[in-house]
């Protein structure tokens, strides 16, 4: 994370270097939470992530992610987002009437990150009278992490530049996450002091950039 250090107190497993990963673990999750209900349907997804510096696109039918991509957009969502989804639906042979539900990731992040990708999602949820999910990026790492390591106590983090930290905290309930804080942003000191708190100050994982 740029220009922020984690206090090394108190009893972790760092999981890092996920900053960058954060929209394919966002759209990845999206089309796994779709599949769950619909399984016997092969629902066709079309779900996409802009609260980062990266651009993340999939496409998925059913089990099978057809199209999966991440663009450096710099941060030009705008510019980038819906010529990139028109490309990525080429490639999968769909056409955008084909789709039967939008996914956006909804943060924490940039605002107008966000504000692109949640229009987007919402317009063409509207034009195609189709359903839209959103995934908040936090837990889409904390579903990772929890894949990674056995603690019961999951923190996933994400710079929110400024010296501070987007984070909270889930606790392994019956093979389920439970969110138990957050999310919220402050700086890494009081972050920690939080968790800590919040957690017992039990063994937990951490996972960010």
Same mark, same amino acid.
């Given at each position: 994370?740029?220009?922020?250090?984690?206090?090394?107190?108190?009893?972790?497993?760092?999981?890092?270097?996920?900053?960058? &990963?954060?929209?394919?673990?966002?759209? &990845?999750?999206?089309?796994?939470? @779709?599949?769950?209900?619909?399984?016997?349907?092969?629902?066709?997804?079309?779900?996409?992530?802009?609260?980062?510096?990266?651009?993340?696109?999939? @496409?998925?039918?059913?089990?099978?992610?057809?199209?999966?991509?991440?663009?450096?957009?710099?941060?030009?969502?705008?510019?980038?987002?819906?010529?990139?989804?028109?490309?990525?639906?080429?490639?999968?042979?769909?056409?955008?009437?084909?789709?039967?539900?939008?996914?956006?990731?909804?943060?924490?992040?940039?605002?107008?990150?966000?504000?692109?990708?949640?229009?987007?999602?919402?317009?063409?949820?509207?034009?195609?009278?189709?359903?839209?999910?959103?995934?908040?990026?936090?837990?889409?790492?904390?579903?990772?992490?929890?894949?990674?390591?056995?603690?019961?106590?999951?923190?996933?983090?994400?710079?929110?530049?400024?010296?501070?930290?987007?984070?909270?905290?889930?606790?392994?309930?019956?093979?389920?996450?439970?969110?138990?804080?957050?999310?919220?942003?402050?700086?890494?000191?009081?972050?920690?002091? &939080?968790?800590?708190?919040?957690?017992?100050?039990?063994?937990?994982?951490?996972?960010?950039?």
């Amino acid at each position: 994370m740029r220009g922020v250090r984690f206090p090394r107190k108190g009893r972790r497993k760092l999981l890092g270097g996920w900053g960058n &990963r954060t929209g394919w673990l966002v759209v &990845r999750l999206i089309c796994a939470r @779709v599949r769950a209900p619909m399984a016997q349907t092969a629902p066709r997804i079309l779900a996409f992530d802009t609260s980062a510096q990266l651009t993340a696109l999939a @496409v998925c039918v059913g089990e099978h992610v057809l199209v999966e991509e991440q663009v450096a957009s710099e941060g030009k969502h705008a510019e980038v987002l819906l010529p990139k989804l028109q490309q990525a639906l080429d490639r999968a042979g769909l056409a955008l009437s084909d789709v039967d539900v939008i996914g956006v990731g909804v943060g924490p992040g940039s605002f107008t990150g966000v504000r692109v990708g949640v229009a987007t999602a919402k317009g063409l949820g509207l034009a195609l009278q189709k359903p839209v999910i959103a995934v908040v990026s936090l837990i889409a790492l904390a579903a990772e992490a929890a894949s990674l390591s056995a603690a019961e106590w999951i923190a996933p983090c994400l710079d929110a530049y400024k010296g501070e930290l987007f984070a909270a905290l889930y606790a392994r309930r019956g093979g389920e996450l439970e969110l138990r804080v957050g999310p919220f942003h402050a700086a890494p000191a009081q972050v920690r002091e &939080r968790l800590a708190a919040e957690s017992g100050g039990a063994p937990l994982a951490l996972i960010g950039p």
